[in-house]
């Protein structure tokens, strides 16, 4: 079998429903939260399991990426193979999709992409739902041969970030709304301080996006970015627990960036009670 080009690291509503009967597509719905479950699944969709299996639930912080092992081990039994392709989309738009993208980027695995505008983007152009969840039970996917190969520069802890914060060809990029960012607003994780790393900037994930959830043009994108980063080439992206970091990755890989990571541990980490410096408006501390 043929594997299934891509166009890019985003498609498009019209091409998804044009290559839906591709046996080689692998179609994942990658919702989190209360956005998971909520809908029916589009058409022969399966369940990636961010906020489950696919996460790393040995680690005390929320949505870790978990060891080559155990994601191999979840791939395959998704029935992806080394030769097939992957579309990821979620409920919300473009909000938690665009981590198990990077995810899979950071095992090995790049013939994926993202659906732009996600479930919504769908529904809008009236394609047709699956079936709905719990309806049938639905036949277990014949298990694939995904193997993992993993890329850990992708992928960064706080050690990193911190020494991204004073490089002067770095920028570190935060994808919370800017009260978050400016400690104006609670964290909505308990336990958390409020405020941003020092030397990062505010640029909200929302900002990326048309208001219907869809991405912007590569050149709009690469002028936000470009304006926010001060120039810097080299990009380090965070967020509340290393989810939107990953539509911030999204939008930078699509303006052209090459030099893209994203802190996994993200302020769920950084913003525990610790000696790393936090920064509100006026104040470091």
Request: charged share 20%; with cysteine; aromatic share 6%.
């Amino acid at each position: 079998m043929d594997a299934l080009p891509l166009p890019g690291p985003l498609v498009t509503v019209d091409w998804l429903a044009g290559h839906l009967d591709h046996p080689g597509l692998l179609l994942l719905d990658a919702s989190v939260g209360p956005a998971r479950g909520t809908l029916p699944p589009l058409p022969g969709a399966r369940t990636f399991d961010i906020d489950g299996e696919l996460s790393d639930h040995r680690s005390p912080l929320p949505h870790t990426m978990p060891d080559a092992e155990r994601f191999q081990t979840a791939m395959r039994a998704l029935g992806l193979d080394d030769t097939g392709t992957v579309v990821v989309y979620d409920n919300n738009g473009i909000y938690s999709s665009a981590r198990a993208w990077w995810m899979l980027r950071a095992m090995g695995f790049d013939r994926a992409a993202v659906l732009d505008g996600g479930r919504p983007a769908w529904t809008a152009a009236g394609l047709p739902d699956g079936t709905p969840a719990g309806t049938s039970v639905p036949q277990a996917p014949a298990p694939g041969d995904f193997t993992a190969r993993p890329r850990p520069h992708l992928l960064v802890d706080a050690d990193t970030v911190a020494a991204a914060l004073t490089d002067p060809a770095a920028a570190v990029l935060d994808a919370r709304t800017r009260e978050r960012f400016t400690g104006q607003a609670p964290e909505p994780r308990p336990g958390l301080r409020g405020g941003h790393m020092p030397g990062s900037r505010s640029l909200p994930f929302a900002e990326l996006q048309h208001p219907d959830g869809r991405m912007l043009p590569a050149a709009e994108l690469r002028t936000r970015i470009a304006d926010r980063a001060d120039g810097r080439d080299r990009l380090v992206t965070s967020c509340g627990s290393g989810v939107t970091a990953c539509v911030l990755a999204l939008g930078a890989t699509l303006a052209g960036y090459s030099d893209v990571t994203v802190y996994d541990g993200s302020w769920s980490e950084w913003g525990l009670p610790s000696s790393r410096p936090v920064a509100t408006i006026g104040h470091t501390h």
